[in-house]
């Protein structure tokens, strides 16, 4: 693999007419244009981090979609974003919820003679280190972040053209991973809807009672203001990306210094943590599952339960159905909005009653912790997937010690 041959991206095209394109210019397609079904339009939402999120869409017309057809992708197009989030690219699915797509202004679509390049094998490409970089080394930083001359920038990008069956090998083992990924985050995501699902139907009994939050709680604190740290030993600290769907995300946390942090601010397991500024993230809800030690900074709330109250998974679980509640909450001007100390402590919240949370306390606990544990072996794959990718990229590793890696993992 060390000598694969180097050539342009645009060699790699299709001979379909407009195969490597840019999205509309603005005055093609602008708000008006929306309408609430038909042919959806792909924004930076849809490509985050690399990942094609099939959800969320805008869309236009049919007609609208025909107007600008080179713009139409489909799947196995490799899109890239050239304005904003530069050097991300993301792939249209083999087999999507829609039968085309049509991108934004901020994108390039390229199309690939699948007789010679497999999309699959250029778009782990652009995700290695190697490829990112080839992207960025035409990025401009002035004003908004984007790539000069996109159209041209792409199409002279320089790839590795190894044969389609090593293409393929490297291909089979990446994709195993990503598929594992797939199944884990499915299981968690079924077993946090199952857990809502008996939450939801302990609460429909005639002996459930609404509560308010700060009635029941022992705790109801903002996080700190955070002085970073490098030092690996130190205290995670969790900031408001962490909190999504709820579950945190240790990803995009930081580290802050130990002994500055005291008491009440210190996590503990089955803690609320409720985003509480901002727009777009405030009123996210997540529990803290883990025996980590760790805090929170200033944007979010720690809810603590009282366990002689009220048992604290139940009630954690009780909050997570009210979050459409809470994200309405927020006060203040765009860009400052605000949840209130004394907003969430009111927060009316439906529980089961005491015997129906003793029952229903270990089924909620078993659920929760398969989810965990499929989290966990998420990051553990995504982990070893990364390390490979750029040694499988560069030739340093071959695909069958590769393979016997992932067998160990999948």
């Not at 244009?33 to 094609?52: C, E, K, T, W």
């Not at 901020?106 to 007789?115: A, I």
């Not at 094998?121 to 984007?146: C, K, N």
């Not at 580290?255 to 005291?262: D, G, P, S, W, Y």
Request: charged share 25%; net charge negative; aromatic share 6%.
């Amino acid at each position: 693999m060390s000598e694969w041959n180097f050539v342009s991206y645009e060699s790699l095209s299709s001979t379909e007419k407009s195969s490597f394109s840019m999205g509309p210019f603005g005055s093609k397609i602008t708000k008006e244009n929306y309408v609430s079904d038909g042919i959806p339009v792909i924004r930076g939402v849809n490509l985050a981090q690399g990942i094609f999120v099939d959800d969320d869409f805008v869309f236009v017309t049919s007609e609208k979609a025909n107007e600008i057809r080179s713009a139409n992708v489909e799947p196995g197009d490799l899109i890239f974003t050239h304005r904003g989030t530069i050097g991300q690219v993301s792939m249209v699915p083999r087999h999507p919820r829609f039968d085309r797509y049509v991108i934004g202004s901020s994108q390039v679509k390229t199309r690939l003679d699948e007789n010679r390049a497999i999309p699959e094998f250029y778009y782990y490409w652009f995700r290695s280190p190697a490829g990112r970089h080839s992207i960025l080394a035409h990025a401009s930083t002035v004003g908004v972040p984007g790539i000069s001359t996109p159209l041209t920038s792409i199409r002279n990008l320089k790839v590795p053209h190894p044969k389609l069956s090593e293409q393929k090998a490297v291909v089979e083992v990446l994709g195993a991973m990503d598929e594992k990924i797939a199944v884990n985050e499915n299981i968690a995501a079924t077993s946090r809807q199952l857990a809502l699902t008996l939450f939801y139907k302990a609460i429909l009994e005639d002996d459930a009672v609404e509560v308010e939050v700060d009635s029941v709680s022992t705790t109801l604190i903002r996080g700190i203001a955070p002085k970073y740290s490098e030092c690996v030993d130190d205290l995670i600290v969790l900031n408001q990306k962490c909190i999504r769907d709820g579950r945190v995300n240790l990803a995009p946390s930081r580290l802050t210094f130990r002994e500055k942090v005291k008491g009440p601010k210190l996590l503990r397991r089955n803690d609320v943590l409720v985003n509480s500024t901002g727009v777009g993230t405030l009123g996210r809800v997540a529990r803290w599952t883990s025996d980590a030690v760790g805090t929170v900074d200033s944007h979010i709330t720690i809810v603590r339960f009282d366990e002689e109250v009220v048992d604290p998974v139940c009630a954690g679980f009780a909050v997570l159905r009210s979050q459409p509640e809470i994200e309405a909450m927020g006060e203040g001007s765009t860009g400052q909005t605000e949840l209130r100390r004394a907003q969430l402590g009111g927060l009316e919240i439906t529980l089961p009653s005491k015997t129906q949370q003793q029952h229903l306390r270990p089924r909620l606990d078993v659920l929760e912790e398969r989810a965990d544990q499929a989290l966990a072996e998420v990051l553990a794959l995504a982990a070893l997937r990364d390390t490979l990718l750029p040694q499988l990229m560069s030739g340093r590793l071959r695909v069958r010690d590769a393979e016997k890696i992932v067998e160990d993992h999948v």
